[in-house]
């Protein structure tokens, strides 16, 4: 079983939890236990990159969530800027055509006098 795990480790993590191994090291420390302290630091090592890959797939979704949020928002901010030109254009055509009325109400005025 401990041949799995040592296989699945990289031999960059092997290096260095030999390393801190070593480092750590007590006089009366024998070799075997020197590595089967390291093979623990390795053991560490992996499941805090298993630890790291899940929380960075929780991020990766919640990213996602938040990207498809936006989206939803900027799909309905379209949708009502597509109605807003429609009653703009409409008062528009209500401001253009209060020039020609005044025009008209001014000369019923003046011709009644």
Do not use: C, H
């Not at 020197?34 to 090592?45: N, R």
């Not at 298993?50 to 799909?75: F, L, M, Y």
């Amino acid at each position: 079983m401990t041949a799995q795990v040592t296989t699945k480790v990289s031999n960059e993590v092997q290096n260095e939890a030999l390393r801190v191994a070593k480092g750590t090291q007590k006089k009366a420390q024998t070799k075997e236990q020197t590595k089967l302290i390291a093979q623990g630091i390795e053991k560490g090592i992996s499941e805090y990159k298993k630890q790291q890959k899940i929380k960075g797939r929780e991020r990766d979704k919640q990213r996602k969530k938040t990207v498809a949020a936006k989206a939803n928002e900027s799909t309905e901010a379209i949708a009502t800027e597509s109605i807003t030109p429609e009653s703009s254009a409409n008062s528009a055509r209500a401001l253009s055509a209060l020039p020609w009325l005044l025009l008209l109400v001014s000369w019923a005025y003046f011709l009644l006098l």
